[in-house]
């Protein structure tokens, strides 16, 4: 335990229903056991394993389905209305994740696809480089996503808009080797998590893992000024991380942070319309294109009239003819 960090090393399945109450957690980011003979998964990877901890604990592929809706209906008791969770899993049993969700109230946002690099060794089938990213929220409250947290509403490159890219639901982040350093089996990269708990949490919120490992989640958490709490089975990972992210200053990762820039987002913009507001769009605009030269001139100067950004223009123009 510590001031930002609620930590068990208990399973997480009982542990919730002792130390979690209903709609308490901001934000679950997790990456559970694959149910592929994880503890094997450094010949898959090519990898050496003296740096990596022992302990890792596999789940069974004939009890995956079971062991999915058990944890994953604690995960949605405990999340908050509006939370948000992240669940990291390959495809070999994502079947039975997506089958457990749609058990639950959580609604589904985004299916992404985390791209990584040096994928799965193979000899007879495509390399596989990439993991699921399931990303639900649970109804009866907006939802946090900080939409202009990177990157500003209006920030470009010569590829076109920054802030459009980085929400795209293909994430290309690479793996991190820590060749001489002790780590977990399969551990998830810093700019990965940093960008899950940057769109959907704010300062002080609460961010649970419901299988530690590594500490990773809790990590990144508690350096980005949020509170963290989770579960690890197993107690060689538990004891060999638990004295790591006490050491974690709050907030220390803050000042790495990118700074977005200004959104320039319009006055108006989200507020519903009045059929009052529409006809006067209407015909203010017929107003413009008997002065201005191009319907696009005339669309700018109703945007900055009105408060709204062009595509809501086009739209009310539209319902015209």
């Not at 919120?205 to 989640?217: P, Q, R």
């Not at 913009?269 to 009045?274: A, E, P, Y």
Request: aromatic letters at 10%.
């Amino acid at each position: 335990m510590t001031e930002y960090g609620q930590f068990y090393n208990e399973d997480c399945i009982e542990g919730c229903k002792k130390h979690a109450p209903d709609d308490s957690v901001d934000l679950i980011i997790t990456d559970p056991p694959y149910g592929i003979d994880g503890d094997k998964l450094h010949k898959h990877y090519n990898r050496k394993e003296g740096f990596v901890l022992d302990g890792y604990i596999e789940v069974p592929g004939d009890q995956y389905a079971e062991f999915s809706l058990a944890w994953i209906e604690q995960a949605a008791r405990i999340l908050r209305p509006g939370g948000s969770i992240y669940i990291v899993s390959g495809y070999t049993n994502l079947v039975h994740i997506l089958n457990a969700l749609h058990a639950t109230c959580l609604e589904e946002v985004n299916h992404i696809i985390w791209k990584y690099n040096f994928g799965v060794h193979t000899r007879r089938k495509y390399v596989s480089s990439h993991y699921h990213i399931l990303y639900y929220t649970k109804p009866g409250e907006r939802a946090t996503f900080n939409i202009n947290c990177r990157y500003g509403a209006n920030e470009r490159d010569n590829a076109g808009s920054l802030n459009y890219r980085d929400r795209e639901d293909v994430w290309i982040i690479n793996r991190e080797y820590k060749p001489t350093q002790r780590k977990n089996k399969n551990e998830l990269p810093k700019q990965l998590l940093i960008k899950m708990i940057q769109y959907s949490s704010n300062e002080d919120d609460l961010v649970c893992d419901l299988f530690l490992g590594s500490f990773s989640t809790a990590k990144v958490a508690i350096g980005l000024n949020r509170r963290a709490m989770g579960f690890e089975k197993s107690k060689i990972a538990f004891e060999g991380n638990a004295r790591r992210v006490a050491a974690i200053e709050p907030g220390s990762l803050m000042p790495t942070l990118r700074r977005a820039g200004p959104s320039n987002k319009p006055l108006n913009q989200g507020r519903l319309w009045t059929e009052a507001e529409r006809e006067l769009v209407r015909a203010r605009y017929q107003e413009l294109i008997q002065t201005h030269p191009t319907k696009k001139r005339a669309i700018e100067l109703l945007s900055a009239e009105f408060g709204r950004g062009r595509f809501a223009m086009y739209n009310v123009l539209k319902e015209e003819s």
